[in-house]
């Protein structure tokens, strides 16, 4: 899904090193969700001080139930792709631009 607002904090230290980071983001639609973000990559960014741009690509997955064999079931941001740099920040992203994604 594309953000047209996204922002980060940290929600604590992972007992391995680092935080363990939760994101909120916002919807053309005016959709909104927060969620622990788990792409490994941009948590090392996040941890060494980058601020995320507004506008991103967010794969956003559904995480196994828990405690195991109940019913709830966690959203988690799974890959986070900035936008940032992009001209026009009202339009929907194009064909091209969407095969430009390095994915």
């Not at 980060?8 to 927060?34: D, M």
């Not at 996040?46 to 507004?54: C, K, S, T």
Request: glycine content about 10%.
């Amino acid at each position: 899904m594309e953000t047209v607002t996204f922002a980060a904090r940290p929600k604590g230290r992972r007992h391995w090193g680092g935080n363990s980071w939760e994101g909120t983001l916002v919807t053309r639609a005016g959709q909104r969700l927060t969620a622990p973000i788990t792409d490994p990559v941009f948590v090392e960014r996040l941890d060494v001080g980058h601020r995320p741009a507004n506008r991103c690509l967010v794969t956003v997955s559904l995480g196994m139930p828990y405690p195991p064999g109940g019913d709830s079931c966690w959203k988690l941001i799974a890959a986070v792709i900035e936008l940032d740099g992009r001209p026009d920040t009202s339009a929907p992203l194009t064909a091209e631009e969407l095969a430009d994604v390095p994915f």
